[in-house]
């Protein structure tokens, strides 16, 4: 064969198959590009162009900010997934979830019913970006106090203090389904619904929370077309965050809205089914893959993950979490990512997740030759134990 000029991070050699020794396997961040062999095979129909002259105004016509055809196909999105219930709720798109995220903030917290500042709390272990928004962007209406565990018992009886809880579900770093903790007239949910997918879960029914924010870069992979949106139940909620949204940025980039409705009609040409099962049957995989080796370590562990029926497929479906997490059992190492990074991987720590570092969370999210170095990296590491005792 002709040899190749530019490797993967990594690789090298005149093929490419070579890995590099000296190499960290990157096993950070959550860049889902385990979905691009998906639109190499559908190039031509998800290609976009804009001309020159076209979509130069801030609105689209009849003077939307939205455009209402992006708006029907998301509905018809969930409808067909059947993973979240539209019907009669409000939409509005976000730069990412990201941005609906500190815009849900905004709206709940700016509520006269709440008592000031209102606490925004989340179970953890929770997604590190959670305590990095609360805390910089802290406002006198609300204000990060980390773990839920804390304040069950305070917020369940308390009518004096307010919350607004983060529920993550599938959750990031455990992949794990999750119900609210607080109750009660003072305690506003905020659903973080960004990994419910067929590729990372079952869809054991259609979410149904007053406030659920969903995005793109999970579904379709398009991560750096920063598109999210977010299904809103309560009037004066959704025009709080349209407010925040017109004063943050003034509507969405319409470019990045052509973009997710031309990739959102490819994916809803077959009811989606082309890309969940390839995402599904890649990530359950690579799960297996990662169990097989971890299972033979009495050092480290992975979380524990049951089959459930799923409502999409209509079957049974296999554990598929987004991400490994990963927690060393010895006393000795206590600093999970230092015995990782001294064996040539690099995760994220415990501690971003608002828990112990004795855990450290790997992606399971990137690329093939990204995932097979850390599967050999992986294998090295544990089979080194196995000399060492
Ligand atoms: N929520 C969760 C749980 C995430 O894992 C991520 C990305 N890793 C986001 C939100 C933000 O994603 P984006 O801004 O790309 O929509």
Redesign the pocket.
């Known amino acids: 064969g002709k040899p190749v000029c530019e490797c993967s991070l990594c690789y090298g050699g005149p093929y490419c198959s070579e890995i590099l020794p000296d190499c960290p396997a990157n096993a950070d961040?959550?860049d889902p590009l385990f979905l691009q062999p998906y639109w190499i095979q559908n190039a031509a129909t998800s290609a976009v162009t804009v001309s020159g002259w076209h979509r130069m105004s801030y609105s689209f016509v009849k003077s939307s900010m939205l455009s209402d055809e992006l708006v029907r196909q998301i509905q018809k999105l969930h409808e067909t997934v059947g993973n979240a219930v539209t019907d009669g709720k409000f939409i509005v798109f976000?730069?990412?979830?990201?941005?609906?995220?500190h815009a849900a903030l905004y709206a709940l917290s700016d509520d006269d019913r709440l008592s000031k500042p209102v606490n925004v709390v989340a179970l953890a272990p929770y997604?590190s970006?959670y305590q990095e928004h609360g805390t910089m962007f802290n406002t006198r209406n609300f204000e990060w106090q980390g773990d839920v565990s804390l304040w069950k018992n305070i917020s369940n009886n308390s009518t004096s203090k307010s919350f607004i809880e983060i529920v993550?579900s599938p959750?990031?770093p455990d992949s794990k389904l999750r119900q609210p903790i607080l109750e009660g007239p003072f305690a506003r949910i905020m659903y973080?619904h960004?990994?419910y997918w067929p590729h990372y879960s079952a869809i054991p029914a259609p979410a149904n929370g007053d406030l659920m924010?969903f995005?793109?870069?999970?579904i379709t992979g398009h991560?750096g077309s920063?598109?999210?949106w977010a299904i809103i139940k309560d009037a004066d909620v959704f025009q709080r965050m349209v407010t925040y949204l017109q004063y943050n940025t003034l509507g969405l980039s319409h470019e990045t809205q052509v973009r997710a409705l031309e990739l959102l009609k490819v994916v809803l040409e077959d009811e989606g089914k082309t890309l969940f099962e390839f995402g599904y049957k890649t990530i359950a995989n690579r799960w297996e893959k990662l169990n097989k080796i971890v299972s033979a370590s009495k050092y480290f562990s992975l979380q524990k993950l049951s089959p459930q029926y799923c409502n999409y497929f209509q079957d049974i479906h296999h554990p598929s979490p987004?991400y490994a997490w990963l927690k060393c059992e010895m006393e000795e190492n206590k600093e999970c990512h230092k015995v990782l990074e001294a064996a040539g991987i690099s995760g994220r720590q415990g501690s971003s997740f608002g828990v112990e570092d004795r855990y450290v969370r790997l992606t399971l999210l990137r690329s093939d030759d990204d995932f097979n170095l850390l599967l050999q990296r992986l294998v090295s590491l544990v089979s080194k134990e196995l000399v060492d005792t």
């Open positions: 961040g959550g976000g730069v990412g979830s990201t941005q609906l995220l997604y970006m993550t959750n990031n973080d960004a990994y924010i995005t793109l870069s999970k991560a920063r598109f999210g987004g």
